[in-house]
């Protein structure tokens, strides 16, 4: 618990009105969109200026109590659960967009504006932000920029680290530094922008985030093409882009999430098939048609059983829809899903599906795979329930084997959605002992005394940092997914989920 004499400081910093302290009101902030990881806050601040941030900072390393960031919480790693409790800092009171630049083509945001408000904004005026996380209508900039946030487009224009190119950002230790700016070419010093872009909130508050806007494509085509056999979709995706046509939208649904969507959104999915790919291409009017005429050759060519394409923009969202709806439609199956977001290169996409499907398999599960296919980032869903603890084992020993297939297919722990508690264990698996280091090093220059976001991407695990007591946050044991971490302290948590 923190001290009144620090709930009072605290209180006087950002307004009695934006200091949370009841259980009730914590409980909301002891999970995110990661299941079974919850722990209680001892309280949940909301500053509404970079000063109120920084100074919340530097009063958390006098006392010595923590302090986790967060946006909308929609996060799927378990990033903002304060897993050594202390205080969490909500920063959605920082919601505006303070500049469009038109001249020079960029956007100047607070952390809290949310990610399809920015897009409406610029897409009134013709400028075009492509990152488009599947949670865009709810999550925000900063958490976009905090887990380098990936989205439906980034097959052709990358992901949110592609388009942020400067930032204001407290350091732990409370002092505020900008970094980046306006021009195309910034070569001075190290690249810090680059560092805290996916620094998951660990070594640093982001309080303005500067992005680089595109002019928004004239025009664009939506193709839904079905299969009777998952290699000749996957086929189709490598055959597309080596006909050098690069679709900002290459997604994929297997059977199992075909199925679950047609049933929550009754679209008229044919249920007997494979494969659905959702295909877009954009640019100028005639690129985009001769575009869509190769890619609908290509998938003729790979067997596609069936092939809608849309003709105009209200069937274009229709068509997306299916694709949109894959998350809340496998949601509704059962009480719990674990997500997760294993990616390969794309030349063995059809592999790892085909290693999830031995997975789900051997451990009787039932597991319903979509994603970036064009990327190659995929997100085999389990659907479980937590509350049976001998399924969750067999879960458990599924999540395992899927990080080590993706890992022996070349791939990587996480394509977008983070490490944060989730995948804390396996970072030392991909990084080795002295990518781990190396990461260690800079988090103890940025914040010696371990105060932002800690016990996440492992770095306090490999460090062999202890949770620290000070009154502040009887940290539980790590946390992995294969327990859950919330601790007699936050039974709350459990219950609000
Ligand atoms: C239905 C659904 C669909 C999703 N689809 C996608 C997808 O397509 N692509 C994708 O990449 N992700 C996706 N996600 C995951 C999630 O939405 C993203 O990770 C998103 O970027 C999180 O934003 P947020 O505002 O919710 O951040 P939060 O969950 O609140 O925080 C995420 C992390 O950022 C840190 N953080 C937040 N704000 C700041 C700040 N101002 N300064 C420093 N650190 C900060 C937090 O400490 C935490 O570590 C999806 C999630 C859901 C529930």
Not at 56 to 85: C, D, H, W, Y
Not at 165 to 193: A, C, F, H, Q, S
Not at 412 to 430: R, V
Request: hydrophobic fraction near 40%; charge should be negative; aromatic fraction near 4%.
């Amino acid at each position: 618990m923190l001290r009144q004499s620090t709930l009072d400081q605290l209180s006087q910093i950002v307004g009695p009105g934006n200091l949370l302290t009841t259980r009730e009101d914590l409980a909301a902030y002891a999970y995110d969109a990661t299941p079974r990881m919850g722990r209680l806050p001892d309280a949940v601040v909301k500053p509404g200026t970079t000063e109120e941030v920084s100074r919340i900072l530097q009063m958390a390393n006098r006392e010595g109590f923590k302090v986790v960031p967060r946006g909308a919480g929609t996060n799927l790693s378990g990033g903002t659960v304060p897993i050594q409790g202390g205080v969490v800092m909500q920063l959605t009171r920082l919601n505006r967009v303070l500049e469009v630049d038109t001249e020079n083509l960029t956007a100047l945001v607070e952390p809290g504006v949310i990610t399809s408000d920015l897009h409406a904004t610029v897409e009134a005026i013709g400028l075009f932000y492509p990152p488009d996380p599947g949670s865009m209508t709810v999550s925000t900039m900063g958490g976009n920029v905090a887990e380098n946030a990936g989205g439906l487009r980034g097959l052709k224009y990358g992901v949110t680290k592609d388009y942020v190119i400067g930032m204001e950002v407290v350091l732990p230790t409370g002092e505020v530094i900008t970094t980046g700016g306006k021009t195309v070419k910034n070569v001075t010093g190290y690249d810090l922008t680059k560092l805290m872009v996916g620094s998951e909130g660990t070594l640093g508050v982001i309080t303005k985030i500067l992005v680089r806007l595109i002019p928004k494509p004239e025009a664009k085509k939506t193709m839904l093409v079905f299969y009777r056999s998952l290699d000749d979709a996957a086929q189709t995706v490598s055959a597309i882009i080596a006909n050098r046509v690069i679709p900002p939208t290459l997604e994929f649904l297997d059977n199992v999430t075909i199925r679950c969507v047609e049933q929550y959104i009754h679209a008229g999915l044919p249920l007997d098939m494979e494969a659905m790919l959702l295909i877009e291409v954009d640019g100028p009017r005639s690129v985009v048609e001769e575009d869509s005429s190769k890619v609908l050759q290509v998938c003729r060519e790979h067997h596609a059983a069936e092939i809608q394409v849309a003709e105009t923009a209200e069937d274009s969202l229709r068509l997306a829809t299916g694709r949109r709806a894959a998350l809340p439609a496998l949601a509704r199956i059962k009480p719990t899903m674990v997500l997760e977001d294993a990616t390969v290169p794309r030349s063995q996409v059809a592999a790892m599906v085909r290693k999830i499907q031995g997975i789900a398999e051997k451990y009787d599960l039932l597991i319903g795979t979509f994603g970036h296919a064009g990327d190659g980032n995929l997100h085999p869903t389990i659907l479980c329930d937590e509350r049976d603890t001998e399924l969750m084992e067999r879960v458990d020993e599924a999540v395992d084997e899927m990080f080590r297939a993706a890992l022996e297919l070349g791939g990587t722990l996480s394509g977008e959605h983070g490490i944060g508690l989730a995948k804390a264990p396996y970072m030392p698996l991909e990084l080795k002992d002295a990518g781990m280091k190396a990461m260690i090093a800079i988090k103890k220059a940025l914040d010696p005394n371990n105060i932002l976001n800690p016990g996440k991407m492992y770095i306090d695990q490999y460090a062999g940092w202890q949770p620290t007591g000070n009154g502040h946050g009887d940290a539980p044991p790590s946390s992995t997914h294969h327990s859950s971490p919330i601790t007699h302290d936050s039974p709350v948590a459990t219950e609000a989920r």
